[in-house]
């Protein structure tokens, strides 16, 4: 079109383009506010509990602070057993039968398992170490850089799951202060303190941050399906007025 033209269809994809990238922004923030939320909620339950007006004792960690007095608190390898995995990223296969936990968030197929039952893997290196956390029942397998916490005593699996996914990075961060981290070392692990009440009370934990965190990631999910919709208004906008489909009047 003419210059005059071209000029009304800048300004007017300017001010609209504004106006939704402004939108946009103010979703991103409300969903990273409700990830901050959602990592406070979990991290106050499994080291304050849930309970009102306990009574508080120095857990004797100096992040975790105070905890309920009933709560007692131990290294994780008298909680569990820790061992890692055989197979590679190479051996996954999109079709395969069963879920096979690599070091990233993504959780890929295998045609093969090697456990079944209730267990909780972490990343042991790369980008996701110490940080990518998943809560499991039944049969799967898992790459051999790849952490998994069985075989519980006097502690719930899920619960175990919300500790570490929430405090562990703490114990990444400090080690991180001292030098570059990027692998997690079993002592690490086998040493990380864990502090809990009684099976009954973290069972109680757990149907709470079940229940409180779908609630949250409900409220992320629509926020993130409302920037999606903007994107494609967006583009949609910007393509039928440059192309003449939608008339913009000076």
């Known amino acids: 079109p003419s210059i005059q033209i071209q000029s009304q269809i800048a300004s007017f994809l300017d001010t609209k383009c504004s106006l939704i990238d402004t939108t946009i922004e103010k979703e991103r923030e409300v969903i990273d506010k409700l990830k901050e939320y959602r990592q406070a909620v979990i991290t106050e339950a499994v080291t304050k509990g849930i309970r009102a007006g306990v009574p508080m004792k120095d857990s004797g960690v100096e992040w975790l602070g105070e905890i309920p007095e009933g709560w007692e608190e131990r290294k994780l390898k008298f909680l569990c057993s820790i061992n890692t995995g055989d197979k590679d990223t190479i051996n996954r296969n999109d079709d395969g ?18 456990f079944d039952g209730e267990a909780v893997l972490m990343a042991g290196d790369g980008v996701g170490a110490g940080k990518v956390f998943h809560y499991v029942s039944g049969k799967f397998d898992y790459h051999q850089r790849v952490y998994n916490l069985h075989y519980f005593k006097d502690v719930c699996g899920k619960y175990i799951y919300y500790y570490l996914k929430e405090n562990f990075w703490k114990k990444i961060e400090e080690a991180s202060a001292k030098s570059t981290v990027d692998s997690v070392r079993l002592p690490m692990l086998l040493e990380f303190p864990v502090v809990f009440g009684q099976i009954g009370e973290q069972q109680q934990i757990v149907s709470y941050l079940d229940a409180k965190c779908s609630e949250i990631d409900a409220t992320i999910q629509k926020r993130e399906l ?7 208004y967006k583009q949609s906008l910007i393509y039928e007025c440059v192309t003449g489909k939608k008339e913009v009047l000076g």
């Open 226 to 232: 409302a920037i999606e919709k903007l994107t494609a």
């Open 97 to 114: 039968l069963y879920p096979f936990y690599v070091r990233s968030p993504k959780i890929e197929h295998i045609d093969t398992y090697s």
